[in-house]
């Protein structure tokens, strides 16, 4: 069973890993085109939310402690990071095919606005995960 919680860990770091990463690089260069990489930061969320579930239900069923309560708000964040790229970048995404250079850039505005968004919640989601052994 050890197997299965390292595989899990492992997945759940590394989605988070490249989720957090694409979206404080985007955030700090929106010159990147946000577009090309939502597809996969929401592939890398989405694993990552569903591995982290499992490692809650692995370690954390049942109880809820001061551990709990950090990784809970951390999680949240998360969430939050989720749906602020999906509110912002998404449609913003889908509405650059065939719009002009004005429309575009005030799109890619958006885009990197959300990406700004989502950084600093998942700056706190990954500072709730390494501080919540303290508590």
């Known amino acids: 069973m050890e197997y299965v919680y390292i595989v899990v860990l492992g997945l759940h770091v590394m989605a988070g890993v490249f989720w957090a990463g694409t979206t404080f690089t985007i955030a700090r260069d ?8 939502f ?6 969320a989405t694993l990552a939310l569903i591995t982290g579930a499992l490692l809650w239900y692995f370690f954390h069923q049942g109880v809820f402690g001061n551990m ?9 964040a998360a969430l939050a990071a989720a749906g602020v790229l999906g509110a912002l970048v998404g449609p913003a995404r889908r509405q650059l095919a065939g719009a ?24 706190l989601t990954v500072l ?8």
């Open 30 to 37: 929106p010159e990147i085109k946000a577009e090309r990489f």
């Open 39 to 44: 597809g996969p930061q929401m592939g890398s």
């Open 68 to 76: 709990e309560l950090v990784l809970g708000i951390g999680i949240l």
């Open 100 to 123: 002009d250079e004005a429309t575009t850039a005030a799109l890619r505005g958006t885009m990197a606005k959300g990406e700004r968004v989502a950084a600093r919640l998942l700056a």
């Open 128 to 135: 709730c995960m390494a501080i919540a052994r303290m508590f």
